[in-house]
């Protein structure tokens, strides 16, 4: 059983800087892919940004130059970077990780998400 819990939301005004966490724990051997996705009110969830176990990172257009992607492979946990933040950036933010359990299987699993809203 594995759990990724984030953390680092709230409110920020335009222009501002928010700096998202989510730790992994449970049962697992290591994680691959991490990333970040969000959802605003009467939108489909889509990718913020992802990020590989070595570090190559890929980024939505809307947030390059903007947010930065990291991980600390051995706390398990994903940060994301949020500067010069935009109105439109309000969403709810959700972690995503490819956990490899066992050699044999592994499991896609999210957090249950953090409120990020951008308002003056």
């Known amino acids: 059983q594995v759990q990724l819990v984030e953390s680092g939301g709230g409110l920020v005004q335009p222009g501002g800087s928010l700096r998202l966490s989510c730790a992994a724990s449970?049962?697992?051997?290591?994680?691959?892919?991490m990333g970040w996705y969000r959802q605003a009110p009467g939108k489909q969830r889509e990718l913020v940004a992802r990020i590989t176990y070595i570090g190559t990172t890929n980024y939505a257009e809307a947030v390059k130059g903007r947010f930065t992607i990291s991980r600390d492979n051995i706390k398990n946990t994903v940060f994301l970077q949020m500067n010069s933040v935009k109105p439109e950036d309000t969403a709810t933010y959700y972690c995503?990780?490819?956990?490899?359990?066992?050699?044999?299987?592994?499991?896609?699993?999210w957090g249950q998400g953090t409120q990020v809203t951008v308002s003056s």
């Open positions: 995503n990780a490819q956990f490899v359990i066992t050699i044999w299987n592994g499991t896609d699993s």
């Open positions: 449970g049962r697992f051997f290591s994680i691959n892919d």
